[in-house]
């Protein structure tokens, strides 16, 4: 009986050349397999299984079996405000980020200690998103997370995305809707932003093949907890004030979000500024103020209800 080493030498010769096959017709396929190992290397191979295998030698890979694609990409159709940068005039958000050249062309919330499924092609924006004006304008990056159905606690598919002026969740070209990786199904859809509260949907959204749409800006969603946005003018929006990005915004106390602003401007002149992209920059507009007009300060006091400095607004996910 020959080996099944020798079985697939007969298929791949030694070089690692692999020659050309026959094209098949649809027909039923036995599923079959096997393995075999000799001179230091091995090789697995199947035939109908979902599942594949490599033979690596001499500089050489071959790949046997049936490749298993990467997922089935789902589109989100997802409508989300931001209330740091929301001008409720415009009834827009603005894009200072974007305009004063602040806004990095590569995702921020790998620091930030998010799983590395949060790329998923969602790394690094496209040539021509920051080219967008009007509501289409990108005002900053997002993060998207699939959550199990049965444990809200679970990530099943996540990405980084960019929200535009009139809040519309979309990928990195800065205008087509998300695509994320993920079978159809049920899943919490959560919605996080770097210095913004949390947001995901009380109860499991069914997301299908077609356009799945989600607007997070009219209460027409129940979310995980109440009070879960701030409502400006009948429109809700996600609370601005996690300076340290803990899930909660505190004006005093340890581990407040108030104390880093002052530290951001130097922790000895209110009055200074900082220009950046940086955490403590809570309304967007790329300048770190203390005091004063357009200052950050202020939105985190508003948040946690403006009466009471040591009130606490959290709302972490599982």
Request: aromatic content about 4%; charged content about 15%; glycine content about 14%.
């Amino acid at each position: 009986m020959r080996s099944p080493l020798l079985l697939a030498v007969l298929l791949f010769s030694a070089t690692g050349h692999v020659a050309l096959g026959q094209s098949l017709g649809t027909r039923a396929v036995v599923p079959a397999g096997g393995a075999g190992e000799g001179g230091g290397t091995s090789l697995g191979w199947s035939l109908g299984q979902p599942a594949s295998a490599t033979y690596a030698g001499g500089g050489a890979v071959v790949t046997a079996g049936v490749q298993q694609p990467e997922g089935i990409l789902l589109t989100l159709n997802i409508s989300a405000l931001l209330d740091g940068p929301y001008v409720p005039a415009a009834s827009l958000m603005h894009d200072s980020l974007r305009t004063r050249g602040l806004l990095p062309a590569n995702e921020p919330f790998t620091a930030l200690g998010h799983p590395p499924v949060g790329l998923q092609n969602g790394s690094a924006l496209g040539a021509s998103a920051l080219l967008h004006t009007g509501p289409n304008a990108v005002v900053d990056w997002v993060f998207l997370e699939l959550r199990g159905a049965d444990d809200n606690g679970r990530i099943d598919a996540a990405r980084a995305a960019v929200v535009q002026r009139d809040g519309d969740v979309v990928d990195m070209d800065g205008l087509s809707p998300v695509r994320i990786a993920a079978l159809p199904g049920n899943y919490h859809i959560a919605l996080l932003h770097r210095n913004h509260l949390p947001v995901m949907t009380l109860a499991p959204v069914a997301l299908g093949g077609g356009p799945n749409t989600l607007d997070l800006t009219d209460g027409s969603t129940a979310l995980h907890v109440p009070d879960a946005q701030r409502v400006r003018s009948g429109v809700r929006l996600l609370w601005v004030g996690d300076v340290n990005h803990n899930g909660a915004v505190k004006y005093a106390g340890s581990n407040n979000d108030r104390d880093p602003i002052l530290i951001a401007v130097g922790g000895t002149v209110p009055t200074a500024t900082v220009n950046g992209y940086l955490p403590t920059d809570v309304n967007l507009d790329g300048r770190v103020r203390y005091a004063g007009s357009a200052n950050d300060r202020d939105p985190v006091l508003q948040t946690i209800g403006g009466n009471v400095p040591t009130a606490v607004r959290a709302q972490p996910l599982p």
